[in-house]
């Protein structure tokens, strides 16, 4: 695009941004942002965008903030900008504290530097090979099989000094090899390949962030491959200011590392609403009817039927796959019955809008049906005109324009990372069919002649125990995602939660669910604090799939319990007020605790235990693996 054209998009685009940064509106602040980077992410543009944002960073009450410390080995001042811009295209508000670079190692070691007086919610290690480990990196062959050991062995003593210090996440930056390494073609056929000793390193690095809670790996060798080694150097700017990376893919290393904090703070995506005509085949049903779309062995019906598999791909690990088409419900139902070259079935689908209504509708619809928010949910189609209602409707909702070619589908929807994930637990890769059971259950509801027959009619049992090495992942992850039923709004990473795990003043559950259509998984979480005689409720939430079957009330008739079993008089807890968690607001005031405080930003909430009628409802079965 030429400059009279980027000029022209900024002249239009800009206000729009502008105004929806000073109003405070996040949603269409970032599709205006974005809309200005497609047409123009040159550094000028993104310190535009970065300059605004941060003049009416006081104006975004509803997105969070967080603290990260960025520790490098070379200059790698550039990248703020591009760091900041990338974190609030994912819901973040950037405050960065930078030491000078190659500092990474004093402000670790020493626990007075200004890192830990920063109080980082993440800590970024970027950390080049050549200063990590300068042998590995000169133009000549490596024969110091001790190499390997210490480099590891000095990571890990730098990443056991901080954790001691902080439970802050951390992310190591793993290393990329030489572009021409000392024995040139003939590096991977010796003994001492300084590829394969690199390659080697970062296996270890694997290895100590899945024995560590807490960290987390950036595949920089994985991102510097896919771009190219020669395009991401730059050895003049290297030598001249010590920055070896091309200004020009600074923005590519930040969203890679925005990737990784969205998932940890609970912004990953949860549903992939698509299109049929021409996105999941070639061509318009209506008019080429069930065996003349394009799906098949040959192109582009092949291109058609790998991106269906990528797509089944996602749903084995979790993500919702649902339909938002405008066709004729019978020739749809045809296509996938008839059509043998179908990846997908159309049961894949836990949600199907298949009618002639605006797509903007349809995607109301799902996230209704589902109960999940419009901001946890991707739609793709191939029409610029889709598109662009679902962007003006419902800025909320991420939306890819796929290109012409469908070979590039699968490659345009990845790219952003939106799905992507950095440990599975039991729950994620079970989601899509976890949705069905609610879904099923819902369908139950709607047959009961009233809510009691419902609850009984349901089976359900429900299984409390305390959080240990096998849940705590998925409950960190609940304490991360949790808005609706979420009566603090509490955010907790695994190394927090192993921090209070250790201390006997903490209780910490959570709880699973159960019924005839199937286990829900862990779907609750509670978190109390023993203070003198008091039972301080920290965390008390309840996932939306299970919203809705009085399990609130069994939750606190266990708090009572526990409260009773460690002699304790009174349990407090409070709501705080946020945007998203109306359907808990309710819950200590309904179960007869007394109201002792309000501001317009929280409640709290006290109630005398032993006055407290704490029966479960009887049509729960209990499980308590607690207390047997």
């Known amino acids: 695009m030429t400059n009279k054209s980027n000029s022209i998009a900024d002249d239009q685009l800009r206000p729009e941004f502008s105004s929806a940064c000073e109003s405070g509106d996040y949603w269409k602040s970032k599709a205006a942002a974005d809309a200005i980077l497609k047409q123009n992410s040159s550094g000028a543009s993104i310190r535009y965008l970065v300059g605004t944002i941060k003049q009416n960073a006081a104006n975004f009450e509803n997105i969070k903030n967080i603290r990260l410390a960025l520790l490098s080995s070379y200059s790698i001042e550039f990248i703020r900008d591009a760091l900041y811009l990338s974190f609030f295209r994912n819901g973040l508000l950037l405050d960065i504290y930078q030491p000078g670079f190659n500092q990474f190692r004093q402000e670790i070691l020493d626990p007075d530097s200004s890192l830990y007086a920063f109080n980082p919610d993440i800590l970024i290690l970027s950390v080049e090979g050549a200063h990590l480990c300068p042998l590995l990196y000169q133009h000549s062959s490596v024969k110091n099989s001790d190499l390997l050991e210490d480099t590891i062995k000095e990571v890990h003593q730098l990443i056991t000094t901080f954790r001691e210090r902080s439970t802050s ?107 049929l005509d021409n996105t999941l085949w070639g061509g318009i049903l209506g008019e ?253 939430l309840l996932s939306c799939r299970v919203i809705g079957r009085t399990v609130e009330r069994a939750m606190l008739a266990f708090l009572c319990t526990q409260a009773r079993l460690n002699r304790l008089s009174f349990l407090v807890g409070k709501i705080h007020f946020t945007p998203k968690n109306m359907p808990v607001r309710d819950v200590y005031k309904d179960f007869g605790f007394e109201e002792i405080h309000s501001t317009p930003e929280e409640t709290q909430w006290r109630l005398e235990v032993n006055k407290a009628k704490t029966d479960f409802p009887d049509w729960f079965q209990i499980n308590d693996k607690v207390n047997s």
Not at 237 to 243: G, P, R, T
């Open 288 to 540: 080429d009817g069930p065996d003349n779309i394009q799906i098949g062995p040959v192109y582009p019906g092949n291109a058609f039927k790998a991106f269906q598999e990528a797509l089944l791909s996602l749903k084995s690990r979790g993500v919702i796959l649902a339909i938002a088409s405008k066709n004729n419900l019978s020739d749809v139902k045809e296509a996938f019955t008839t059509n043998t070259h179908m990846a997908l079935k159309l049961d894949d689908f836990s949600d199907k809008q298949i009618h002639w209504q605006e797509k903007s509708l349809s995607l109301m619809e799902i996230a209704t049906n589902l109960n999940i928010g419009l901001e946890h949910m991707v739609f793709v189609d191939d029409n610029p005109v889709e598109c662009e209602q679902i962007k003006q409707s419902l800025p909320m909702v991420e939306v890819i324009n796929f290109p012409k070619q469908p070979e590039n589908y699968a490659a345009c929807l990845f790219e952003e990372g939106f799905f992507d994930t950095l440990q599975e637990s039991r729950e994620d890769m079970q989601r899509a069919s976890l949705y069905k059971q609610r879904s099923d259950a819902e369908a139950f509801r709607k047959q009961a002649s009233n809510m009691k027959d419902f609850y009984r009619g349901l089976q359900m049992e429900i299984q409390f125990a305390k959080v240990d090495d096998k849940s705590v992942t998925r409950t960190a992850q609940l304490t991360q995602k949790t808005n609706q039923f979420n009566a603090t709004t509490q955010r907790y990473s695994e190394a927090n939660l192993e921090v209070m795990m250790a201390d006997d003043n903490w209780c910490l559950y959570n709880l699973s669910v159960k019924d005839k259509f199937g286990d829900n998984g862990i779907v609750g979480v509670l978190f109390a604090q023993i203070k003198d005689d008091i039972f301080i409720i920290d965390t008390f």
């Open 169 to 275: 996440a951390i992310i190591v930056q793993n290393l990329s090899p030489q572009i021409y390494p000392g024995l040139g073609v003939g590096d991977s056929n010796s003994l001492y390949s300084t590829r394969q000793l690199v390659h080697q390193i970062n296996h270890q690095l694997t290895q100590l962030a899945s024995e560590n809670r807490g960290i987390y790996i950036l595949d920089y060798d994985a991102l510097v491959a896919k771009y190219g080694g020669l395009n991401w150097r730059d050895e003049r700017m290297n030598f001249y200011a010590q920055v070896p990376i091309n200004k020009n893919v600074f923005i590519l290393l930040a969203k890679e590392f925005a990737k990784i904090v969205r998932i940890l703070f609970g912004g990953a995506k949860k549903c992939l609403v698509v299109d």
